[in-house]
């Protein structure tokens, strides 16, 4: 019989490892979110020597994204750019720029780290164009 018992029985199992298995896939995209969604906006950037500055970011339109990101170029509320050669995040290193081209530059490079609202440290090594 299509209908029996049986039938709906196996199906309503299905259905529930099917929720099972897609609420699983959801909090795993949410645990993962945070490194994504993290704010940077307003971070304390120490440079050393080269100085302290506040992090400037804008919101996106989609709210869920801050432009520039902190790979890209770094941008101070005080004036001034950071223009990131190297970046780790919680010491694991996400790329390295031109390094050929470094090694024989003849221009200051800074190293800056900051922390941002979910705990994770940035290190930057890069070009410090002050405002």
């Known amino acids: 019989m299509f209908g029996s018992s049986k039938n ?7 259905a529930r490892r099917v929720s ?3 609420a699983a896939g ?15 906006l307003g971070a304390s950037v120490d440079c050393g020597s080269a100085g302290t500055y506040t992090l400037h970011a804008t919101e ?13 170029v770094l ?4 004036g001034g750019v950071l223009i990131p ?6 010491g694991n290193q996400r790329f ?9 530059n003849a221009l200051t490079e800074v190293h800056c780290s900051f922390q941002i609202g979910t705990g994770q440290q940035f290190v ?3 070009l410090l164009v002050a405002g």
């Open 8 to 14: 709906r029985s196996l199906e309503a199992r299905l």
């Open 20 to 22: 099972a298995a897609v």
């Open 26 to 40: 959801v909090l795993a995209a949410l645990a993962l979110a945070p490194a994504t969604l993290a704010s940077h």
């Open 60 to 72: 996106t339109s989609n709210g869920d994204w801050q432009a520039p990101g902190p790979g890209d």
């Open 75 to 78: 941008l101070f509320e005080e």
């Open 85 to 90: 050669l190297e970046l780790s995040v919680n």
């Open 96 to 104: 390295s720029k031109a390094t050929v081209g470094r090694e024989q």
């Open 124 to 126: 930057v090594e890069g």
